[in-house]
């Protein structure tokens, strides 16, 4: 009897827990499932090392841009400019590096000032005079839109220096030992040609410390009594967690090792992430999105909140330019064209509010590779330009109606 009353008791902790989490939980299985049917669909050509990389490539700067944007929607907030700030910056670096000669490195901090004072400049007006972001960020994206037309003189400029150009198409380099041919001949079904040793390495290091990192939070959650996730979903989380990060290292080393802008958008994730859970600069932000009037009286700035968040925004932007121009080798005036969309869709589909004060850095990025995958695998498969665009309007309807939805049922 005592048996079937513990067993019934996990049950029910395990119920509320999904309930609560539902959310959470469907985003996961949303994305698995839509990875697994283009996977079948495109006939094993979406997880194939070459193309993995090509994703992550591809949706970096969207990841990068989401995580500014996330801020603002959390702060109550949006950005129309981020696409036309990103293009701009990317034809700045392009008159900076190849038209006026100048070193990669200082032309890359210059661009990145540029991009913090545009985001200051438009928190100023949205912050302090109380200017609805919308309209700010709209004037901001016409401006800059043609202010990249202007600098270019309608031309593309190009190419970029060897070094900057690295921020993109560079690779992690594979250190082998002497002895590592020979436990690849007795491996060789395991180990493929030209294997990145070093990247597999970094892949295992990362994944034993999330874990690390997961198992001593549960420790402090069980010591304080405020563990909530069941043992058996801790347990099966964490092991899906390892395989996934380790066998998505595997691919990328079977290719050509870890890109470079993927150790930049990795560490920016885990800098976010603990921005946003862990500081008290991050717990304000949420109270400030949840209700301002409420957080201003508990003596929270929320001016300066909000010009801080726009700031940081410019700069995610300005990065994103500079990894777009890199990774094209040229910028175009059409640079960023659309880039709003994609980077705003990611944040409402990985379970950000459209009121505030609700959203995850994790959701965020979830929210990114989902488009990113379907872009992918509907550009395999063939799929035209104009049925993707209806396609990926109707998911980011249907994210925000689950919002709305869940919201009133709660």
Known sequence: MTEAIETARRNND???????????????????????????????VLFMPLNLTNLVLQNSYIVIMAL????????????LSVGSVSGFVGALAAVLMVTNKMDPVPATAIC???????????????AYYRIPAFIVTLAGMLVFKGMALWILGGASVGPFPKEFQLLSSGFIPSMMPADFEALKSGFGFLIPANFNIVSMV?????????????????????AHGLAEEPHAIFVGRNLMITAAFLLFSYMLAS???????????????????FVTTNTTAGRRIYAMGGNE??????????????FLAFVNMGVLSALAGLIFAARLNTSTPKAGLGFELDVIAACFIGGAATTGGVGTV?????GAFMMGVMNNGMSIMGVGIDLQQVIKGLVLLLAVFLDVYYKNKG
Do not use: C, W
């Not at 990145?112 to 949205?126: E, T, Y």
């Not at 892949?203 to 069980?222: D, H, M, P, S, Y």
């Open 293 to 306: 009037k409420a957080a201003k009286l508990s003596g929270i700035k929320t001016e300066r909140l909000t």
């Open 362 to 366: 994790v959701g965020a990025v979830v």
């Open 255 to 273: 290719y050509k090792g870890l890109p470079n802008v993927l150790i930049v958008m990795f560490t920016l994730i885990v800098v976010y992430a």
């Open 68 to 79: 500014g944007m996330l801020l603002i929607i959390v702060a109550g907030h949006i950005d």
């Open 14 to 44: 395990m119920m509320r827990f999904f309930k609560s989490n539902i959310r959470q939980y469907a985003l996961l299985l949303s994305l698995l499932v839509i990875m697994i049917y283009f996977e079948v669909s495109t006939n094993g």
């Open 112 to 126: 990145l000032l540029v991009g913090a004072a545009i985001g200051a400049m438009q928190g100023f007006f949205v």
């Open 202 to 222: 970094i892949g295992v290091i990362v994944t034993a410390l999330i874990i690390f990192f997961n198992i001593r939070e549960r420790k402090n959650q069980l």
